[in-house]
């Protein structure tokens, strides 16, 4: 009864350190294929109005009323 297969119990739970460019490699990765995820699953707006949202209009400048310009 060896477990000369297994791991040792300590490295398996221990989060390995990893570079921040690998970190921000992985991060798009997984970004990526959660898109390509929605893509596929083909919920995209699909006629609901309620997902889009109107776009706030500029406001008008009221410089000169505030400053009482002519």
């Known amino acids: 009864m060896s ?3 297994n791991e040792p119990a300590g490295s398996a ?3 390995r350190k990893i570079s ?3 970190a921000m490699k992985q991060k ?3 970004k ?3 898109q390509a995820n929605d893509k596929a699953d083909g919920k995209q707006r699909g006629g ?3 997902v889009m949202k109107s776009q706030n209009n500029k406001k008008p400048n009221n ?3 505030r400053t009482g310009g002519s």
């Open 20 to 22: 921040l460019a690998e």
């Open 28 to 30: 798009l990765a997984q």
């Open 48 to 50: 609901n109005s309620a």
């Open 63 to 65: 410089q000169r009323r």
């Open 32 to 34: 990526k294929q959660d």
């Open 13 to 15: 739970e221990e989060p």
């Open 3 to 5: 477990n000369e297969t």
